[in-house]
């Protein structure tokens, strides 16, 4: 008879290399002495004329900004780069791994970055910049913890749990990832 452990480690084993899915660990990148999985893929380049240096993700084209800013500045830094842009949002876990992956490639020294997700007023309720619906979330074990206060109103990726989301003080200076709708952008090439 096989003792419960037994059963929940075959079971465990099972999930993991039948899909052939497995996670690796990768030297090299480092966010608070946590490795991060290299599965990693690249999205597609944005096929926008004059934006190929940005990358489709989802109905998107993003782009990561090396250059450090407070959540407000890094939103109006968004709006200059491109008509439409704004701090990305996120809707989907393809979407969320397509963003590690970029911030990875990109600054794989410095992973956190400043999404465009913020709590609404002390009110416990978070919205994406853009407007879009708040449909999708992945938080650090134990976040949000300041839900309800002004003291952390702003949402960042890679605090803790690479890949997951914390809520930070909007005023801390962080790298950040800009997004504009393709279709917005190409009708504004065909006007």
């Known amino acids: 008879m096989w003792k419960s452990g037994s059963i929940r480690f075959v079971l465990l084993m099972t999930l993991l290399f039948e899909s052939g899915s497995f996670l690796t660990m990768e030297k090299g990148f480092d966010v608070d002495h946590t490795n991060v999985t290299s599965w990693c893929r690249m999205p597609e380049a ?34 200059s780069k491109a008509p439409g842009a704004h701090l990305v949002s996120v809707h989907k876990k393809k979407e969320n791994d397509y963003l590690l992956c970029l911030v990875k ?25 853009d407007g879009s619906h708040w449909n ?15 003291t952390e109103e702003c949402i960042e990726m890679n605090w ?30 065909q006007e």
């Open 46 to 79: 944005c096929d926008v004329h004059g934006f190929t240096d940005w990358f489709k993700v989802g109905r998107h084209c993003v782009k990561y900004f090396y250059s450090r800013a407070n959540f407000t500045q890094a939103e109006f830094k968004c709006r």
């Open 136 to 150: 999708y979330q992945i938080w650090t074990q134990g976040e949000p913890n300041h839900m309800y206060t002004n």
């Open 160 to 189: 803790k749990e690479v890949g997951k989301w914390n809520d930070d003080s909007c005023g801390v200076k962080k790298n950040y990832i800009c997004a504009f709708k393709q279709h917005d952008m190409l009708k504004v090439d």
């Open 105 to 129: 490639k990109s600054n794989p020294k410095n992973l956190r970055i400043w999404l465009g997700g913020f709590e609404f007023i002390k009110s416990g309720k978070f919205f994406w910049i």
